[in-house]
């Protein structure tokens, strides 16, 4: 064990200079005497960037899977000519080219203490149990072995599963995974298909081909301390009080909305990158080196196009700083440039229009009548609406949920600061706009945004945010009873109006229940309920939402970090909790006579109804004909998945469980179960026999179109069972 560990970190000891070294290369040569700091951050982006997008771009275009090889080779096409370079610009002195800095200031080895302690923070967060090989995972398997299924279309025409199946009659299949051909070539730029934007694949693939399934955590880690560094520079660079930008810069990184996300995610990847790019064009000194930044922002996210806008702004129409700022933008966008070209015909498509088919909705506006492959809201229809099972229509649930996950005080001190920020830095604050107002404008205007990562989208725009608390801060520094009470008032206010906002009711969409025809009409049960965990009021961070897809279980995250570490495997087993203590029978009651969202009484320590032994091994059941609160047929699908761990997946009419894997061929499916035969529970009860301690995970599909799925997780043990509240199931 010990030696297997020492070659491991003897094996990443050159792993991460092969990723690394270049990196800091490239940025002694932006900046040949930087501060520790800037050699830190802006060395980090570089590591991110520099290798990766050209590697990434070439095996594009020669259509062959990354691996180490590749990456060994682009290092050393990017490190010897940047050494080269380094030794000539400072006369062959060593030192100087390669490790002279400038004086730090004070702040510093704070800054990158805490740097660290964020990016071991998020090391830790990462949290395995949600991984499936779906979206950015999926691709990124594509980009890097031919075992991963090729692109499809999840969107495609709806193919009947055969008759003969009785795991699932009657359920619509609308594609699926397939094993590719022996020896078959990377075709990502030949395929449609991945619905993917491949700028987040060009910094995801190259690090997963060197760290295997860790590289996956590792840039979940990198990413916030990323937005970190750069956040705290981008704050020093207008503010005095380093102390402060400190804090604003952590506030913004480590808060629920950020940390709730357990898995990679393309909008923590944009909100890091776009930091970045802010930071570097207010600076204004690395117009090239900010272009690069500004082009993996819109290779991830190609919404940012404003912030193009917002960068020829503050670098004050300066043309050559202009010019060097565009090309890097275009050199770090190149393989979505190169994907859209080469696939679809045009630089301007954007992959969800072209991969995915939707049903094309008419709208008017100003007597202009158009078809639109999605459903907006108002001014394009006479009626404001909201998407079904969201609590509010979109231009108010981001502002209304943003302030829920962060706390009417946090929230009243960004708010105060995007205010002064307006009367102190006015053309930076102008800049913002051409950005922030297109982007929320047109996600406003959005509906059938189901899915919950979608309401991660304004995490694009969190740099805003990052200013607003920077501002905020130095202003209630300069310390005055009358600006406390002006912070606390606006706090109120906050708070007041949040629980005011939960009156206002809303009709859901009719044209969503067209376009989404498998999905059960909402009941007032569940718009209650989310009307209610977004209008508390709470002038504190949420610890709810902090908790929205995953239990906080430090031990069990940091013990998952350290099995990631050292067995990088892609295809491992499921984890298991494994718990200590008696494993005598326990029996507990589900009952499905209301609707559970709402509840924490549905499961319960007594006997009724139907009964079902879940002790053995593998144990596995599909029920039918059960009678629940709904009128469309249920069906429960109820598993052993391990020796401490049951699962219960229920659905109805067509839709699909929510019992999903990857590993087969590293694109997401429902798990198949043939074997399983229908048996009947014609009751609203159920009674199952489970061994004390385990660990119980239920799951209720509204969706899997739109990924919409309720859990419950919960313990049974003679104690009895503690039952939270509903919560969201996350994937990407």
């Not at 025809?517 to 569940?526: D, G, K, S």
């Amino acid at each position: 064990m010990v030696l297997t560990l020492a070659l491991r970190v003897l094996q990443d000891f050159f792993l991460v200079l092969m990723m690394v070294g270049p990196g800091l290369l490239v940025a002694r040569w932006f900046r040949p005497r930087p501060t520790p700091l800037q050699w830190l951050s802006e060395g980090l982006l570089c590591s991110l960037t520099v290798v990766s997008v050209p590697v990434f771009s070439l095996a594009l275009l020669t259509r062959q899977y990354l691996d180490w090889r590749w990456m060994l080779a682009g290092s050393l096409a990017v490190a010897v000519p940047t050494v080269l370079a380094l030794l000539r610009r400072h006369q062959r002195n060593w030192r100087d080219a390669l490790l002279a800095t400038a004086p730090a200031s004070p702040w510093s080895r704070s800054v990158v203490v805490v740097a660290l302690a964020v990016f071991v923070l998020f090391l830790v967060n990462y949290d395995r149990s949600h991984f499936h090989y779906a979206c950015i995972n999926g691709v990124v398997m594509q980009a890097i072995t031919e075992e991963a299924a090729p692109p499809f279309d999840p969107h495609g025409a709806d193919q009947p599963f055969d008759p003969n199946d009785q795991q699932d009659p009657g359920h619509l299949q609308v594609g699926g995974p397939e094993a590719r051909a022996p020896g078959a070539r990377m075709d990502l730029i030949d395929s449609p298909g991945t619905g993917q934007r491949y700028g987040t694949t060009a910094l995801i693939a190259p690090v997963v081909a060197l760290f295997d399934a860790f590289g996956f955590r590792l840039v979940y880690a990198l990413m916030p301390c990323l937005a970190f560094l750069f956040g705290f520079r981008l704050l020093r660079s207008l503010l005095r009080r380093s102390g402060l930008a400190l804090l604003a810069s952590v506030l913004c990184v480590v808060n629920p909305y950020v940390l709730k996300i357990v898995i990679l995610d393309e909008n923590v990847l944009a909100f890091a990158t776009a930091t970045a790019a802010l930071a570097l064009l207010v600076e204004g000194r690395l117009p090239l080196l900010a272009g690069v930044a500004l082009g993996a922002t819109l290779g991830i996210r190609h919404v940012d196009l404003p912030l193009l806008v917002t960068a020829g702004i503050l670098l004050g129409g300066r043309r050559k700083d202009c010019l060097l700022a565009l090309l890097g933008t275009v050199l770090a966008a190149c393989p979505s440039l190169l994907h859209h070209q080469a696939t679809y015909g045009t630089l301007f498509a954007h992959e969800h229009f072209v991969d995915e088919v939707f049903l094309a909705v008419p709208h008017r506006f100003l007597g202009w009548e158009f078809r639109y492959t999605g459903l907006l809201n108002v001014p394009f229809v006479e009626q404001w609406i909201r998407t079904p099972y969201n609590p509010f229509p979109t231009s108010l649930y981001y502002p209304i949920n943003t302030v829920a996950h962060l706390g009417s005080l946090v929230a009243a001190v960004g708010l105060i600061g995007v205010v002064l920020l307006w009367v102190r830095e006015r053309r930076l604050a102008l800049a913002l706009l051409c950005w922030v107002a297109p982007v929320y404008g047109l996600l406003a205007v959005l509906e059938n945004w189901m899915d919950p990562n979608k309401m991660g989208l304004i995490l694009i725009l969190f740099p805003v945010l990052l200013l607003g608390l920077g501002y905020g801060l130095d202003w209630l520094a300069n310390g005055s009873a009358r600006r406390l009470g002006v912070l606390l008032g606006t706090a109120a206010a906050l708070s007041m109006a949040m629980v005011g906002v939960g009156e206002l009711h809303i009709e859901d969409d009719p044209r969503f229940y067209a376009k989404y025809p498998h999905v059960r009409p909402e009941r007032p049960e569940y718009y209650d309920f989310e009307r209610s965990v977004v209008t508390t009021g709470s002038p504190l961070p949420s610890a709810y939402f902090l908790q929205q897809y995953s239990d906080l279980r430090p031990m069990q995250r940091l013990a998952s970090a350290a099995g990631d570490y050292l067995d990088r495997r892609f295809r491992r087993d499921g984890e298991v909790q494994v718990l200590g203590g008696d494993r005598r029978a326990v029996d507990w009651t589900l009952d499905l006579s209301r609707p559970l969202v709402g509840r924490t009484d549905f499961a319960r320590l007594e006997a009724g109804g139907a009964g079902l032994d879940m002790q053995a091994e593998g144990a596995a059941h599909w029920l039918v004909g059960m009678e629940t609160w709904e009128e469309q047929p249920a069906e429960l699908r109820v598993v052993r998945k391990g020796p401490s761990e049951v699962a219960l997946y229920l659905r109805f009419g067509k839709e699909g469980f929510a019992e999903v894997e990857s590993e087969a061929h590293f694109s997401i499916e429902e798990t198949r179960r043939p074997d399983l035969q229908p048996r009947r529970v014609p009751s609203d009860s159920l009674t199952l026999r489970v061994r004390a301690g385990d660990r119980v995970q239920l799951y209720e599909t509204v969706s899997m179109d739109e990924v919409l799925v309720y859990t419950w997780e919960f313990v049974v043990d003679d104690s009895g069972i503690e039952v939270g509240p509903a919560r969201r199931m996350f994937h990407n």
